[in-house]
């Protein structure tokens, strides 16, 4: 079955350590995305790529960091330079190409509880 | 500044009436609206989309009407069941190469049987 996975499903970290969530698809997507929703916010994009090796800032980035080196993958660390790590981060993929418009899918998601 | 909102953070309907979501957008590049339905503790699942070259898609009960004069758009789900309750994030993205998806920041529909 087609999909995208995230691991692990829930995830706790020490102040100042840095954590990787992973996030995975064999959706043949192009694009690839992170987001983190807050209690009573919306979702709101830390990084995106639109395609392999190359990433872009989303808008509350600082903190974070992704690599994209395979097209099925898209890992996010969570470094001990973002403040308020504690959250639910949310990945997504969907078919780029253009002027085609699609929907994106996205994982589970990862919860982050830092202590 | 918020380029998509939903001002009603909750709204609750009786079993079997129209439960009607509202998003409004600020930016005029949005030309693809999609509307998510998420569950606790889980990924939002995509529930319907529409394109800025029409003002109305339906998909069985769900029908969703854009009106790009006002930014407005509105989910509308005939008839409600309790299997609705959940939050519905409203989105958007301009359909251009690089296009990301803009959120809002959801409703949370309770439907009370």
């Known amino acids: 079955d087609g999909g995208i996975t995230q691991s692990p499903k829930y995830l706790f970290r020490k102040e100042g350590q840095n954590v990787t969530l992973s996030c995975e698809q064999n959706l043949n997507h192009d694009a690839m995305y992170w987001y983190r929703q807050d209690p009573g916010q919306g979702l709101r994009l830390i990084y995106y790529?639109?395609?392999?090796?190359?990433?872009q800032k989303g808008d509350i980035a600082e903190g974070y960091s992704v690599s994209r080196e395979k097209k099925e993958s898209f890992p996010l660390t969570v470094t001990s330079a973002q403040k308020n790590p504690t959250a639910f981060y949310l990945c997504?993929?969907?078919?780029?190409?253009?002027?085609?418009?699609?929907?994106?899918?996205f994982g589970q998601g990862t919860r982050l509880t830092v202590v | 500044d918020q380029q998509v909102k939903q001002n009603s953070p909750s709204l609750s309907v009786q079993e079997g009436r129209i439960s009607i979501l509202n998003c409004d957008y600020t930016?005029?590049?949005?030309?693809?609206f999609l509307w998510y339905k998420k569950y606790p503790a889980e990924g939002p699942t995509f529930l319907i989309s529409?394109?800025?070259?029409?003002d109305k898609n339906e998909d069985g009960r769900f029908t969703v009407f854009l009106n790009k004069s006002a930014k407005h758009l509105s989910l509308h789900i005939v008839p409600s069941q309790p299997g609705d309750s959940a939050v519905y994030f409203c989105?958007?993205?301009?359909?251009?190469?690089?296009?990301?998806?803009?959120f809002g920041p959801g409703t949370r529909l309770s439907v009370l049987p």
């Open positions: 997504a993929s969907s078919m780029t190409e253009w002027r085609t418009n699609t929907e994106a899918f």
């Open positions: 529409i394109s800025s070259i029409k």
């Open positions: 930016n005029s590049m949005f030309d693809y």
């Open positions: 989105a958007a993205s301009a359909g251009n190469y690089g296009q990301n998806f803009v």
């Open positions: 790529s639109q395609i392999v090796n190359d990433f």
